[in-house]
């Protein structure tokens, strides 16, 4: 089954400062979501992004279908930006959304 | 965006008794939903693939007969957790795919934390 890598696992930045987190796939995709896990679980829409650039106030993101990248960027980044944000998934073959091992991220006051 | 609400949020249950977690989405018909495990700092793990009017898609290794998935209607889907033992204790997230077709946006329910004591 389709493979989905995310990097970095951990990042711990100073609040303000700016934060680029990537999702590798290992095969074509008909979706990609990005999400942020809030400490009670819930999974927050970020972005639908199967191709392109979208923005959303200081977050944005961008996916490259053809080399199979995607990448998420935070601006400013600020205390409840805190979390774990996931990259999500489906191939081609089946109707299976596939996660990524996350990246906790950690914004320092 | 879309809604999907799961429930209850939290259980609590003894070791031998049966859960049910129900997932609904609310402003929109799901033909699809799907079953995520998920234990303490790790990604989500697909359990099943729910589809109305037919018997779930368990994934490789998931047991079908613990894990009782009915899908009756166009909006809700159910995951009924059967002679629960404490490794069963784990956070359940459902997800429900809004249109038909593979590139259509999915939504996640709040998520169930079970405890079996």
């Known amino acids: 089954g389709i493979q989905v890598e995310q990097s970095p696992p951990d990042l711990i930045l100073q609040e303000g400062a700016n934060s680029t987190l990537r999702c590798n796939f290992s095969?074509?995709?008909?979706?990609l979501q990005w999400f942020h896990q809030n400490p009670w679980g819930q999974l927050i829409n970020l972005f639908y992004?199967?191709?392109g650039t979208k923005q959303n106030g200081r977050l944005s993101a961008t996916t490259v279908a053809t080399e199979r990248y995607s990448l998420l960027y935070i601006s400013s980044s600020q205390t409840t930006d805190s979390g774990v944000y996931f990259c999500?998934?489906?191939?081609?073959?089946?109707?299976?959304?596939?996660f990524g091992k996350g990246t906790r991220l950690h914004i320092l006051p | 965006g879309a809604v999907v609400s799961q429930h209850p949020s939290w259980v609590i249950c003894k070791s031998g008794t049966s859960v049910k977690i129900e997932c609904r989405s609310l402003?929109?018909?799901?033909?699809?939903m799907f079953w995520y495990r998920q234990f303490p700092k790790q990604s989500l793990m697909l359990m099943a693939t729910?589809?109305?009017?037919?018997?779930?898609?368990?994934e490789q290794g998931v047991e079908k007969d613990k894990f009782l998935i009915n899908h009756a209607s166009l909006t809700l889907s159910t995951l009924t957790v059967t002679s629960a033992h404490p490794e069963d204790s784990s956070f359940y997230i459902c997800?429900?795919?809004?249109?038909?077709?593979?590139?259509?946006?999915?939504?996640f329910g709040q998520g169930t934390r079970l405890t079996v004591v």
């Open positions: 997800s429900a795919k809004r249109g038909q077709g593979f590139n259509t946006e999915a939504f």
């Open positions: 095969d074509s995709v008909n979706n």
């Open positions: 992004i199967p191709s």
């Open positions: 999500a998934v489906r191939g081609n073959r089946d109707d299976k959304i596939i």
């Open positions: 402003d929109f018909q799901a033909t699809t």
């Open positions: 729910s589809n109305e009017g037919s018997k779930a898609t368990y």
